[in-house]
Every structure is written in structure tokens, then in C-alpha cells.
């Protein structure tokens, strides 16, 4: 027998569930790092803070089963005894099977009390699909769409939204532009762009055309539009950040910085705006940075983010004992402690304090500052003459992570090279080719100290090698083909290969450097002359300038050639290879004999 129920009284039975589904996701918080870039906040707030349908308003009659209602009480009998998993997959179920939009609602706003974007953004589509008029539902699917990706479709839903005067996340949609291709913000920027042409003064508008642009590179345009949404706006905070954030970028700080403090002075209170003079400051003051990091600690002592931020600046400036107390002060409320940790090992390391340094670096957990913890911890104990201890720690490195395995191999042999280590950092890479004989990196790495031994059959190998599973690898073209024609008479067979390198990556400065030495090689030195200073432009290195500096003493140009060689060494004064090459060239000896 299936009994109907009216949906009013089944959503009326179970209000369980109801205070966690209402509950609004606050925006999402600034990042407080002193490294990372400035950019206005989205507009999700009030979008997160939709109101959700109360349980008990009126609604239309519909017939429920006697499974429906079952799944739905069973769904916020679930929630009260916070299982919302099985809460959501109920809700969500019978959203599809009733196809009721409040049903859909609360399965939207419990995917997104969970954060389960799969779910919200199926909830929230199928919400909008069964009540396409209804503001919420689009606000709602538009929000899940920005999170998913799919831009332009919330884009759409969000211009449907402004020819109704309703709330809009174009601000959102272009924050969220960041991660597009080109192509995909070039078409944002098209929609952006016809929309304003009907509301020219709207303000979220211009500041996520601004934004839009600002991501494909158009800092000019972008600037016009930060500088006409403060215009219609002058106390907004998000088109000073952008305004602010685009001065700098354009190599205009002191104006940037004007703007910040201009918008300070009229709004003390704004963290966010204190928190990009901060960052801006330390591009240019550290030690005024760090008092505006202090400044924002005191007004928001809990959060973690600035804390950290403080401490690194304070680091950076010298200033130990306050780096120490915020890195500290981290590990005590356990919030950033794989960074506090490594922090505070490099405080260590500073004071002498290798032991204690070490037991901060072992705490380090995976992240962003791993590696380079793993690093200091080799470079330690090689240091202190614990090479079978470095090596044993690596071991249990690989062993735990050993996804990782590879890029460990890599940083261990690249650590024993820079100590001396040449016999171990040998033995350590044919083991570790073993484990990955089809490797790139860890052939490569070989290769290179094969060449630094003068075993040149062997890099050619290992090179080779890398050719055969990668035909198209660049880098390794461009290795074979330098050394072929450095230390070999073999300049066709280079020449061919330093091409196919060229091809593939035109712009790479090492590779420049390789097709002119070849050319050179070849008794064609003009045609060599035009990529060595292209490469030398890019990238002034010796290297590069013992090279450019040959061709043009050979073609005569002998001032030019000093005033090259010259450059290479204020960039390398260790270089070995300039004098080398003026010497054979008979350099010194011709300016002695003037």
C-alpha cells in the first residue's frame, strides 16, 4: 500500500536538519601571506548568505510516497545525529525522484554546508532546471558553477539575474577567471564588455572587466576600469585593491601606495586595505611592512594567517626575536605548524644551533616548504660528517612518500654534487634508475655528470636514452647537440639537433646560446652573432658571454667584445671560463703589446 503525504507536512515533520543547512559559508578570507599577490574579494558573500525557504512557509500541495517520506525523515533524523553524508544522498536521491523544488533547495544548501561541490552543483542545476524563474535557484547555481569552473554559464545565469535587479557574481566570476584559458577569459570579457554598454556605471561590472583584463595582461585597459568602478564607487574597498595591485604591476608604486594610504585614511578599520599596504610595502619597506603586519596582528590576534605573515617579514629583516615569538606562538595554537617549524628551523640554523634546527626540520610535514626542509636536513648531517645518516634519512623519505621516490632521488644527487660528493651522487642515481630506467630528470642528471667527468659516451647514452622515450624533449636536444659540438668535432650531427631544440623552444636562452656556438663552430660566426645576443639579452650569463664575446673578437668588433666579457664577469667574478677563452684567444697578449 503507498500512502501520499503532502510535501509541507514531510518537510514540516523533520526540522532537524534545518539550522545546519541555513547556516551561511561566510566569504572566503584573504590570504594574509606576504608573498602572495593582492586581488579584490569576490562577491560570494551575499550570495552564500541566500536566504533558504523556511520549513514550514506555505507551499504547494504535492502527494509524497510512503518512500519519499521515509528517505526525507530518515534524511534529517540523519542530520540531527550529524551523519549529514547520508542526510545529503537522501535529499539528493529524492530531489531527482520528486523533482520538487524544495526538496532541491535543501539539497542544495546542505551540499553546500558540507562543501561537496560534486553534490551542490548537481543539486543546485537540477534546482534551477525544475524552478528557472526562482532568484535563488539561479543565484544558487550560479555560485556552484563558479566553484566548478563553468564561467560562462554562470555568467549567463548572473546577466539574467541583473535584467531582473537582483544580485550578481560577476566580481566572483572574474576572481574565479584566474585559473581560464585565454581563449575563455577573451570571452568573458566580450560578454563583460556588451553588458556594459547597457549598464555602464555598474560597479562589479567594471571591477570584473578590470579583473579580466588584468589576467590576460591588459594592465592599461585593466587600470581604465579599476579607476571608473572607484568613480561610481569611492569607498570601495575591492576597486582600490585592484586599482592599487595594477599601479604596482605597471611599475607605478609610489602612486599605489598613495591609493592604499588615501583609502586608509578614509577607512582605518578595512583589514583588507591595511593588509595590501602591507604587502605592497614589502616590496619596497620591509620595516614598514613589518609595522603594518604588527598593526594587523593586534586587531585580529587570532588569526593565524597574519601571524605567519609577520613572522616571515620580521625573518627577513633580521628581526629574530619577534620572527621567533609569531613562528612560536603558531606552534602553540597548531595552526601553519609545518611552516612555523620550518621557520624557526632556519632561525636556528642562523644561530648555530644545528641540532635544534634539525628536530624543527623533522617536523616539517608535506607542503610547500617539504623539499627544501628535506634539503637543509641532508645538508646538515653532511655537514657535520653524517653522510650514512643523510642518506638513511632519504631512504625513510622515499620509503614513506614513495610517489615522491623520483624527485628525492633528484634532490638527494643534486645535494652530494654541491658537497663534494661526486662517487655517492653517482652510485645514488644508477640505484635510482633502476627503480625509474625511463626517468628524464634523473637520466638528465647523469648525463650532466658524465659530461663534468669528460666521460662523453656516457652522457651521449644517457641522453640518447631520454630521446628514445621523449623524442621531443628539448632540453635534452639541446644538451647532446652543445656537447657534440663544445667538445666534439661532430658540428653537422649537433648542428641538427640544436634545430630540433630551436623548434621546439624558441626563447630559451641556453638554447640561443648553443645554435650560435654551433654556427660558430661551423666558420659561420655572422649568422651565430644575432641568436648569442639574443640569448646574452635574455639571460647574461658567462657562459653565454665568453661565447658572444668570441664571435665578435673573431669578427673584429674587439671593443664590443671586452665590453661583453666584461659583463660576464661583473655577473660571475669566479668565472674561469672568460679568461680561459681570452687567453686562448690572445687577448691579454695583443692589449700588452698596444
Known amino acids: 500500500m503507498n500512502a501520499s503525504v503532502p510535501l509541507v507536512t514531510a518537510l514540516a515533520l523533520g526540522a532537524l536538519l534545518l539550522g545546519c543547512a541555513q547556516q551561511p559559508t561566510g566569504p572566503e578570507r584573504e590570504p594574509a601571506s606576504a608573498s602572495e599577490s593582492a586581488e579584490p574579494a569576490s562577491d560570494t558573500a551575499d550570495a552564500a548568505r541566500a536566504p533558504e525557504p523556511e520549513a514550514a512557509q506555505p507551499a504547494p500541495t504535492r502527494p509524497f510516497t510512503s518512500d519519499t517520506l521515509y528517505a526525507l525523515l530518515a534524511a534529517e533524523i540523519a542530520g540531527s545525529r550529524q551523519q549529514f553524508d547520508i542526510a545529503l544522498s537522501n535529499y539528493l536521491q529524492q530531489a531527482h525522484q520528486t523533482r520538487d523544488p524544495q526538496v532541491a533547495a535543501r539539497a542544495t544548501h546542505i551540499a553546500r554546508f558540507l562543501s561537496a561541490n560534486n553534490a551542490l552543483l548537481d543539486a543546485a542545476l537540477l534546482w534551477v532546471e525544475i524552478a528557472p524563474d526562482d532568484t535563488e535557484a539561479q543565484l544558487n547555481a550560479a555560485l556552484a558553477l563558479v566553484q566548478n569552473g563553468r564561467l560562462q554559464e554562470a555568467f549567463e545565469l548572473s546577466r539574467q539575474l541583473q535584467a531582473k535587479g537582483e544580485h550578481t557574481l560577476f566580481q566572483n566570476i572574474a576572481a574565479s577567471a584566474a585559473e581560464a584559458t585565454d581563449t575563455q577569459r577573451e570571452r568573458l570579457i566580450d560578454g563583460y564588455l556588451a553588458l556594459l554598454e547597457e549598464y555602464p556605471e555598474h560597479q562589479k561590472l567594471l571591477i570584473g572587466t578590470g579583473l579580466l583584463m588584468q589576467q590576460q595582461g591588459d594592465l592599461e585597459p585593466a587600470l581604465s576600469y579599476a579607476s571608473r568602478a572607484l568613480k561610481e564607487a569611492p569607498d570601495s574597498v575591492a576597486a582600490t585593491i585592484l586599482k592599487a595591485t595594477l599601479l604596482n604591476q605597471l611599475e607605478r608604486s609610489d602612486e599605489a601606495l598613495q591609493t592604499v594610504v588615501g583609502a586608509l585614511e578614509d577607512n582605518p578599520e578595512s583589514l583588507r586595505l591595511r593588509l595590501q599596504y602591507a604587502r605592497l610595502l614589502t616590496q619596497h619597506d620591509l620595516a614598514m611592512a613589518q609595522e603594518q603586519f604588527e598593526v594587523l596582528v593586534r586587531q585580529e590576534p587570532r588569526d593565524p594567517d597574519l601571524r605567519l605573515s609577520l613572522g616571515i617579514v620580521a ?28 621557520y624557526l628551523g632556519q632561525l636556528a640554523e642562523q644561530q648555530g644551533q644545528n641540532e ?17 626542509a628535506t634539503i637543509n636536513i641532508m645538508e646538515l648531517l653532511i655537514d657535520s660528517g653524517q ?10 623519505m622515499r620509503n614513506r612518500f614513495p610517489d615522491q621516490a623520483a624527485d628525492l632521488y633528484l634532490f638527494q644527487a643534486r645535494v652530494l654534487l654541491q658537497k663534494g660528493h661526486e662517487e655517492s651522487a653517482e652510485a645514488l642515481l644508477g640505484n635510482a634508475l633502476e627503480a625509474h630506467p625511463t626517468h628524464s630528470d634523473l637520466l638528465y642528471s647523469r648525463a650532466m655528470l658524465y659530461d663534468q667527468q669528460g666521460r662523453l659516451e656516457a652522457a651521449e647514452r644517457d641522453l640518447r636514452n631520454i ?10 636536444l639541446n644538451a647532446l647537440g652543445y656537447i657534440l659540438t663544445d667538445k666534439t668535432d661532430r658540428h653537422e650531427e649537433a648542428f641538427e639537433l640544436i634545430r630540433q631544440a630551436l623548434a621546439l623552444n624558441p626563447e630559451e636562452p641556453a638554447i640561443l646560446d648553443s ?27 658567462q657562459e653565454i658571454a665568453a661565447h658572444l664575446g668570441e664571435v665578435l673578437w673573431q669578427l673584429g668588433q674587439k671593443e664590443e667584445a671586452r665590453a661583453v666579457w666584461q659583463q660576464g664577469l661583473e655577473t660571475d667574478p669566479d668565472s674561469e671560463l672568460i679568461p680561459a677563452t681570452r687567453e686562448r684567444l690572445g687577448v691579454d697578449a695583443e692589449a700588452a703589446d698596444q
Open 387 to 396: 653522510l650514512e645518516a643523510a642518506n638513511d634519512h632519504m631512504n625513510r
Open 315 to 342: 625573518l627577513e629583516r633580521g628581526d629574530t626575536e619577534t620572527a621567533q615569538t609569531s613562528f612560536e606562538s603558531l606552534l602553540d595554537s597548531g595552526e601553519h605548524a609545518s611552516s612555523a617549524n620550518f
Open 515 to 541: 645554435m650560435g656556438w654551433v654556427l660558430y663552430n661551423l666558420g659561420r660566426p655572422e649568422e651565430a652573432l644575432p641568436y648569442l645576443q639574443d640569448a646574452m639579452n635574455a639571460y647574461p650569463d
Open 467 to 476: 630521446l628514445t622515450y621523449d623524442p621531443h624533449n628539448a632540453t635534452a
Open 356 to 372: 635544534e634546527a634539525l628536530l624543527y626540520y623533522l617536523q616539517v610535514e608535506p607542503g610547500s616548504d617539504f623539499l627544501q
